[in-house]
């Protein structure tokens, strides 16, 4: 049960666009599209942003896109916005009921 | 409202027991997974416990044989019961709901609480 692979940190002007990729295996993200991604500000609860790899719940905006790649998921946040700085987790189903999640990744918006 | 609220955290030492409790609101707690999940101090989310509608459990190999996740329908509530505690257990410990958009499941969870702190220090 290893975590999946994130960036420490990723940074973009406001307006700009930030991707942040999330690396498994051929046993989590390679072999399911179980993808989900959350957004969690200092203190706070996370909050899912995005579902099986691309779809969004209602409420969270459609400047926050998925996309998934063999064994490597993507979370695409267009045009920063200051409230955007926060922290980034990616999680992965991977069989036999284990949910994997990402180190996280620290977005910061200059 | 749909809401969770985690409570029983606390101060233990090492070797000691801890049980914490999630009361659930605005959903059947037996109607639908949940899950835990912790987080250490500075630290990112770890999956800890999942249990299914139908009463499947599991664990991630960390807590195995420590953890045990319950729900008891009548108080609406999920438990964790936390025996053996290590250090490295030291973590604010959220419960979720497993999120299902009605094509089903998606082992996302959509709903969580604000968490409860379980140090575990000599």
């Known amino acids: 049960q290893s975590a999946l692979t994130q960036p420490p940190s990723a940074s973009g002007s406001p307006g700009q666009s930030v991707t942040i990729p999330c690396t498994g295996t051929?046993?989590?993200?390679?072999?399911?599209?179980?993808v989900s991604w959350y957004q969690q500000h200092p203190g706070k609860a996370p909050k899912l942003l995005i579902y099986e790899v691309t779809k969004r719940p209602s409420g969270v905006p459609d400047r926050f896109s998925g996309s998934k790649s063999g064994n490597t998921a993507s979370l695409i946040v267009s045009g920063l916005q200051a409230e955007d700085e926060a922290a980034y987790y990616c999680?992965?189903?991977?069989?036999?009921?284990?949910?994997?999640f990402g180190g996280g990744t620290t977005l910061t918006v200059l | 409202e749909v809401q969770l609220v985690e409570s029983g955290g606390n101060l233990v030492q090492p070797g000691g027991s801890l049980r914490l409790s999630c009361a659930v609101s605005g959903f059947s707690v037996t109607g639908n997974y949940m899950y835990w999940v912790r987080q250490a101090p500075g630290k990112g989310l770890e999956w800890v416990s999942v249990m299914y509608g139908g009463g499947t459990t599991d664990y991630a190999d960390s807590v195995k044989g420590r953890f045990t996740i319950s729900r008891d329908g009548s108080k609406n509530t999920l438990n964790l019961q936390m025996n053996s505690l290590r250090t490295e257990d030291t973590a604010v410990y959220y419960c979720?709901?497993?999120?299902?958009w009605g094509r089903g499941i998606t082992h996302g969870m959509d709903v969580w609480g604000q968490g409860t702190t379980a140090t575990v220090s000599s």
């Open positions: 999680s992965s189903y991977a069989g036999k009921n284990v949910v994997l």
């Open positions: 979720a709901r497993g999120h299902n």
């Open positions: 051929s046993s989590d993200v390679g072999s399911y599209n179980y």
